[in-house]
Each structure stands twice: as structure tokens, then as C-alpha cells.
């Protein structure tokens, strides 16, 4: 979870609207919260879908921001040497 929200630290400067800024916090804290207890090492494909199946029916669009939002928290977690395989939060349609 700390990860996470350093993760938006760092990469919101691309980011030209405080409002996009803020959405990315919120969705993660509102959806991925189960995730922000896992070892950022240990996150797995059925967890990830475990957050994602209550809302994937009824937020079709939101579910599909917050997969987005996870693959590329995980893909910043490999890129610093804390992950190592295959992304499971990579949209796989």
C-alpha cells in the first residue's frame, strides 16, 4: 500500500490535472485496499480478481482503471528490483 501511494508520488508530476492525481489515489484506496497488506513481491493474479470481480459487473469502467492503476504499480515494483516474472495484473481482455 505505501508502495503504492509512493508510486503515485513519483509519477504524478505526468500528470497535468490534480483531479487525476486525486482518482488514482481514491480508486486505489477504494478498491485495491485488500491488496495493500500483500508483500508488494507476493500479489497475485487471484487476489488481483478477488478486488476486481465485486465491481467488474456493476463499474465496468472503473474495474478496468483500477486493473490499469495495479498492472503499472506492479511494473514500477519490478522496475525497482522488488518484483521479478509476469505482471498478474496485465489486462489479458
Known amino acids: 500500500g505505501t508502495f503504492a501511494m509512493d508510486l503515485v508520488d513519483?509519477?504524478?508530476?505526468?500528470?497535468?490535472?490534480p483531479k487525476h492525481r486525486q482518482q488514482w489515489r481514491s480508486t486505489l484506496k477504494s478498491y485495491a485496499k485488500p491488496l495493500f497488506d500483500v508483500p508488494i513481491h507476493e500479489v497475485t493474479t487471484e487476489q488481483i480478481l478477488a478486488v476486481l470481480q465485486p465491481i467488474w459487473l456493476s463499474k465496468a469502467e472503473t474495474a478496468s482503471r483500477v486493473r490499469g492503476r495495479i498492472e503499472r504499480v506492479l511494473d514500477a515494483?519490478?522496475?525497482?528490483?522488488?518484483?521479478?516474472?509476469?505482471?498478474?495484473?496485465r489486462g489479458r481482455g
Do not use: V, Y
Open 10 to 17: 513519483d509519477i504524478e508530476g505526468g500528470f497535468k490535472n
Open 77 to 89: 515494483a519490478k522496475a525497482k528490483g522488488l518484483r521479478s516474472g509476469e505482471n498478474p495484473a
